[in-house]
Nanobody, 121 residues
Framework: QVQLVESGGGLVQAGGSLRLSCAAS????????MGWYRQAPGKQRELVAT???????NYADSVKGRFTISRDNAKNTVYLQMDSLKPEDTAVYYC???????????????WGQGTQVTVSS
């Protein structure tokens, strides 16, 4: 059983910062790509940032220069440092990880439960 546990969401004023964390646990053999997605009310879920096991990153244009994704492979954890936050960043943020479980031959995409980020004007 694999679980992704997120932390770090909350309420912040525009221009402020938050750091999201997502730790994977369970019978994990390996983790490939990890990432963050977000969904605002009435909007489609969108990619925020991804990072490969080797550290290559990809960002949505809307967050480039403001957000930084990183990972600690020893801790099975991915982070999202969010700086210069804007009200339009308000959304539920979801952690994602491509995980192969011990004794199983396929890699699946797992999701966290989501954490609310609210940026006030």
């Amino acid at each position: 059983q694999v679980q992704l546990v997120e932390s770090g969401g909350g309420l912040v004023q525009a221009g402020g910062s938050l750091r999201l964390s997502c730790a994977a646990s369970g019978s994990i053999f390996s983790i490939n790509a990890m990432g963050w997605y977000r969904q605002a009310p009435g909007k489609q879920r969108e990619l925020v940032a991804t990072i490969t096991s080797g550290g290559n990153t990809n960002y949505a244009d809307s967050v480039k220069g403001r957000f930084t994704i990183s990972r600690d492979n020893a801790k099975n954890t991915v982070y999202l440092q969010m700086d210069s936050l804007k009200p339009e960043d308000t959304a539920v943020y979801y952690c994602n990880a491509d995980i192969k479980m011990r004794g199983r031959g396929l890699t699946y995409g797992y999701w966290g439960q989501g954490t609310q980020v609210t940026v006030s004007s």
